[in-house]
C-alpha cells in the first residue's frame, strides 16, 4: 500500500513564501496523477496544482497561478509544492493525493495534510 506524507506547512506572513513536500513511500509508485489539494474551514476542497505523472504536464488553479509552482523528484517518489507570495486566503490544509489509474474518478491515495496559515 502506497503512503503519501505531507511536510513544510506553517505560519507565515502576507507576501511570505513556503515549500511543502509529499514523500510516497511503500511499493512501486507510478501514478495516473498527484495533486495539491486544499480546505479552508468553512468551505470545500479545491485542487490547486495537478501533474500528470506520465508526461510531466503541471495544471494550476488560477487563484494561485503565478504564485505556486509544483514540481517532483521522480527518483524520490516526491512531489513539492512552492509557494510565493502567499495571501490570507491560501489559508488552509494542504493535502497531496494521487490517482493510480487513468479511470479511477477520484484520487485513491491522500495525505494527511498539512496546515498553512498566512497572517495579514
Known amino acids: 500500500q502506497v503512503q503519501l506524507v505531507e511536510s513544510g506547512g506553517g505560519l507565515v506572513q502576507a507576501g511570505g513564501s513556503l515549500s511543502l513536500s509529499c514523500a510516497a513511500s511503500?511499493?512501486?509508485?507510478?501514478?495516473?496523477?498527484v495533486g495539491w489539494f486544499r480546505q479552508a474551514p468553512g468551505k470545500e476542497r479545491q485542487v490547486v496544482s495537478v501533474?500528470?505523472?506520465?508526461?510531466?504536464?503541471?495544471g494550476y488553479d488560477d487563484s494561485v497561478k503565478g504564485r505556486f509552482t509544483m514540481s517532483r523528484d521522480s527518483t524520490k517518489n516526491t512531489v513539492y509544492l512552492q509557494m510565493n507570495n502567499l495571501k490570507p486566503e491560501d489559508t488552509a490544509v494542504y493535502y497531496c493525493?494521487?490517482?493510480?489509474?487513468?479511470?479511477?474518478?477520484?484520487?485513491?491515495?491522500w495525505g494527511q495534510g498539512t496546515q498553512v496559515t498566512v497572517s495579514s
Open positions: 511503500g511499493r512501486t509508485f507510478s501514478p495516473y496523477a
Open positions: 501533474i500528470n505523472w506520465g508526461s510531466g504536464r503541471i
Open positions: 493525493a494521487a490517482k493510480e489509474r487513468q479511470h479511477f474518478i477520484n484520487c485513491n491515495i
